[in-house]
């Protein structure tokens, strides 16, 4: 099975970026996906990325996957203190149950 | 719409004890899932379904069992429970027709086993 690895925690100011990063094992994913989760709540998607792309950008959220080095990133501009969740990296297949593998998850501190 | 909910919230259980969670979706979706959380550890897939009246074991299968009677609904059982099962479950559908394959989420339930 795949392996999806991510930095346990990130710690930024408010207004400055934050990068969250993602290295997975498996190449075979069709799909790359972010989710956010709030405390004391389940995931939502944030954002995703076909396999055959190499950047997404949707409003203040840009997506890199670098597929010859198996990493995905997440980058959150101009960081706000709702941003403040976990971030979870996921990579799904087609098919089969469409099944998710999720990474370890990235705590997100935003600091005033 | 609910979209995907789950019962109990919370419950703590003794070892040996079984328990049925429920989780019921009112979008019609196909695809069911259960996941289990563990810090540092991210969501693994326990068992889902991909229909009515079937089921499949996920990454961590062991010691739960799961029903998919009705389409809505996809319930998780643990019928000896342990404190290793100890954890927060979550349940997750989505349709078997999605362009991008997102899987809708509900609020989960945190479970103690002592």
């Not at chain 1, 997506?63 to 971030?87: C, E, F, M, P």
């Not at chain 1, 990579?91 to 005033?112: A, D, H, P, R, S």
């Not at chain 2, 990454?59 to 996809?74: A, C, H, I, T």
Request: a neutral charge.
């Amino acid at each position: 099975g795949e392996d999806v690895e991510q930095s346990l925690f990130l710690s930024v100011r408010e207004g400055d970026s934050s990068v969250i990063n993602c290295t997975y094992t498996d190449s075979s994913s069709t799909y790359l996906y972010w989710y956010k989760q709030e405390p004391g709540a389940g995931l939502q998607l944030l954002t995703y990325i076909f396999s055959n792309m190499d950047m997404k950008q949707d409003q203040r959220l840009t997506v890199l996957l670098n597929k010859k080095d198996k990493h995905l990133s997440l980058r959150i501009a101009d960081t706000q203190t709702g941003d403040s969740a976990i971030y979870f990296c996921a990579g799904g297949l087609t098919g089969g149950g469409n099944k998710l593998t999720f990474g370890t998850g990235t705590q997100l501190k935003v600091e005033l | 719409n609910a979209g995907v909910t789950q019962t109990p919230k919370f419950r703590v259980l003794k070892t040996g004890q079984s328990m049925t969670l429920l989780c019921a979706q009112d979008m019609n979706h196909e695809y069911m899932y259960w996941y289990r959380q563990d810090p540092g550890m991210g969501l693994r897939l326990i068992h889902y379904s991909v229909g009515e009246g079937t089921t499949a074991k996920g990454e961590v299968p062991d010691g739960y069992n799961v029903s998919r009677l009705k389409k809505q609904n996809f319930l998780l059982g643990l019928e000896s429970a342990a404190p290793s099962q100890t954890s927060v479950y979550f349940c997750a559908s989505r349709p078997r027709l999605a362009v991008d394959n997102e899987q809708f989420f509900g609020p989960g339930t945190r479970l103690t086993v002592l």
